[in-house]
């Protein structure tokens, strides 16, 4: 009497790690192909024929009768799910293939609330300080998993509308700057122009390097404020929380001279 | 026939009266009514006396179902209808382009838009999947300069919009956001600053995102029309002083409704200068740190609620620190509305409370105060009319506070109940139906099973019995939300008598394509049906296909279809849109072998056929 998933397995042997899950989880860092072919997902018996995954799925859609049997089979199966999730992400982000379960474990939103009620357990033990209360409120909206590219939000002096930027479609800085010139240009100009605009606007141009009117900064995962552009690429993305746009006049000369934590992170 | 909304209603006036194109003179035979694209003058002076009788008569038709009925009379009735129709109600926003909107309608003065479907609030729709608000200012900005009411639900909004909102509408007076995303802080700002006439400004449930901009400031100063804000979705702090400023201005305000970054002494300084509040959303309703253990004087908070004479509403209570709860005492026998959904109080806490809560109608909280704090309202709250329990841990295997006895105490306590939410971990068909038999008046019932697939948890039996009773005994019932272990019996009975329900919502239940059927073949009202995981395959999908162009929309997730059914459908019925899509926005590619198979299916009637803004993720068939 179950509704059914669209992909499911019956690999019994599975059942054995649930108890030892962190063991495996360990072990599968460890693994070699040989293993992990054993442990795929599959509706075959385990040792069974070395069928293609999705065909299964496909009969899957045929041979959706035997629920009593899944009861069983859906518990391991998340963990399965999760495991053989791409070894990359940091965070938390189910493969869709692990929402179809009726088993024991989430279930993508189930129960029917929505995200700000789904963290009142936790919030609520810490009463003490609004410090910490206000942390929790970012928390409630990183529970969700969410598969979305990497938004920042991005403001600049004197426009009072911020923008978003998905720092995943860029692959450098220079696209950066080419973008934050484009979503901005024409807020600018609108801002300066009281009488309403003749055109886009001068470009944006100089952000990187200081010698623009305007620079791009950013905020980092620690609180601190630094120029954009210093450190590679990636680490840039893996660290940087919100990014400004400020005039280049109002850099400290103490940024600017770089005597900053970029400085002590090159030496 | 089914929910007589703007876009039904002109899809059948568009069948029966044929107003686009213009008719031609050639093959028609004479007709009665005029055509409005006729260039002579009318024939004579009467037609027109008595579209201005009719015109002053229809201003004063409020509904929107009269107004859709006046409209189908003749065609002169439905062009009067038209111009004075001022309030628009558009329960999809794909179900007609702006474009459309604006030329029936020229004289609209507010606009109520819904976009996405239900189930994208739990996370079961990939985001940017539409509903922009974009293209409907666009087309508002220049079709109704005189627009004063917008209230958008489950829509993407973005500041941008807003900033258009605001420039192009002077007499602009309400802006109500439930459910919508997609803008900030600085779009608020706009708004407060640009719009003079605001008298309305309700963030409801929205996703408003921190653009570090501080709104509140920028309301014009001087006194301001403001009757109601409400920003307690709004997760960042706000400049207290200004908002304080701002309540001190605002002599009209009934409605505020604070985030949860004003505590508890914020709160005494507004309600101090505010004691004309009708309606109060209470903040964190704990005490800053600064205060905490200090010694000092506190606020006489109790006496600050009672100089609030008119409150009759009360919500917030983000953080509660319980000591203070008792506060409230002086308004509770006012309050015809009570919140506390954000605060775990347990029964000790709550019974002194409630008790004094007579007139309380609408009640919502957590199931943390157990069963045992429903009785305490089923004692006290004989007007109570919609009650929702939600639940403080919403897990599947938590431990459940509250339970069939709860639900029964309130039935046997609250007869006059019309509407309930209530989550659960565990639930007796004997409690159910006891609700069905003791709550005549019920036209919503929405009982949330929170463990999938769990039986009565006395009887070990499904849940069909429950809810069968429910949809033979409440005779009003117009909305219907199912859980439990449910089999295809479950849906026969639900076919056979719900015969007014307009909403179903089903989630892990049935046991084969005959429980989809049921619904299909049975509830003659039904508009808007939503299914997610749930055995119900192509057959079921097909024995639909006589109903879905009567009907709101078609939500199936994670069922048993596949696409040659879905495409059926899309080739039979023209102005249905079907839409096919995954969970996960970056399923572009899709897998080969695996295309076949649909994991969700949103369809819905349209009169402009299928949307030019789908992502790519989206197929329409």
Known sequence: MEGCPRNRETCPKLLDLIHQERKWYHDEEKNNADQEKKLELRLAPPGGDEEDGSAMKKKNIDTRNNIKKEAEEKSIFNLSGNHFSSSNKTTYAPPHISHKRTAPGPVVGWPPVRSFRKNLASSSSSKLGNDQINKSGDEEKQVQPKREGMFVKINMDSVPIGRKVD??????????????????????????????????????IGLLDGKGEFTLTYEDNEGDKMLVGDVPWQMFVSSVKRLRVIKSSEISSALRFGCSKQDKMKN | MAEEDLSEMAKD??????????????????????????????????????????????????????RNAVSLVCRSWYRVEAQTRSEVFI?????????????????????????KPRFADFNLMPPDWGARFAPWVAVTAKAYPWLEKVTLKRMFVTDDDLALLAASFPGFKELVLLCCEGFGTSGVAVVANKCRQLKVLDLIESEVTDDEVDWISCFPEGETHLESLSFDCVES?????????????????????????????????????????TSLGTGSFSSSTENAGQGEQEPDYASAFRACRSLVC?????????????AISPVCANLTSINFSYANISPDVFRPIIRNCHNVRVFWALDSICDEGLQAVAA?????????????????????????????AISEGCRKLESILYFCQRMTNVAVTAMSENCPQLTV???CIMGRHRPDHVTGKPMDDGFGAIVKNCKKLTRLAVSGLL???????????????????????????????????????LEKLEIRDSPFGDAGLRSGMHRYNDMRFVWMSSCRLSRGSCSDIARALPSVVVEVFGSDDDDVDVDEDNADYVEILYMYRSLDGPRKDAPKFVTIL
Not at chain 2, 50 to 62: A, D, G, Q, Y
Not at chain 2, 380 to 408: A, N, W, Y
Not at chain 2, 490 to 513: H, M, N, P, Q, W
Request: hydrophobic share 35%; glycine share 8%; with cysteine.
């Open chain 1, 167 to 204: 720092l995943n479609a860029y692959s450098g800085y220079e696209q950066l700057s080419f973008a934050v010139d484009k979503l901005f240009r024409g807020l600018l100009a609108a801002q300066r122009d009281a009488s309403g605009g003749e055109g886009e606007g001068k470009p944006i």
């Open chain 2, 314 to 326: 009360l919500s917030g209570f983000r953080e509660l620190a319980a000591e203070y709860l008792p």
């Open chain 2, 487 to 525: 089999t295809d019996k479950a849906f026969s009975l639900i076919g056979e008598y719900g015969k007014l329900i307009r909403t179903l919502s089903v989630a892990f239940a049935g046991d084969s394509d005959m429980g989809l059927r049921y619904i299909l073949e049975g509830c003659p009202k």
């Open chain 2, 91 to 115: 329960g999809n926003c794909y179900s007609l382009s702006p474009a459309r909107l604006a030329r029936r309608f020229t004289r609209v003065r507010s606009l109520f838009l819904k976009g």
């Open chain 2, 380 to 408: 006290t709250c004989k007007e109570l009319r919609e009650l929702r329990i939600f639940p403080f841990d919403p897990s599947e295997d938590s431990e459940g506070p509250v339970s069939g006895l709860g639900l029964q």
């Open chain 2, 445 to 447: 019932f929405r009982l």
């Open chain 2, 237 to 277: 702090p706000i400049n207290f002083k200004a908002l304080e400023r701002l309540v001190v201005r605002s002599p009209f305000l009934k409605k505020l409704r604070t985030n949860r970054f004003v505590s508890l002494e914020e709160l005494h300084r507004l309600m101090v200068r505010a004691p004309q509040l």
């Open chain 2, 13 to 66: 006036v568009e069948l029966h009266l044929k107003l686009d194109p213009p008719l031609s003179a050639n093959n028609k035979p004479s007709r009665s009514f005029k055509t409005s694209s006729s260039s002579s003058p009318p024939p004579c002076d009467t037609s027109h006396v008595l579209e201005n009788v009719l015109e002053n008569v229809l201003k004063f038709l409020e509904s929107r179902r009269d």
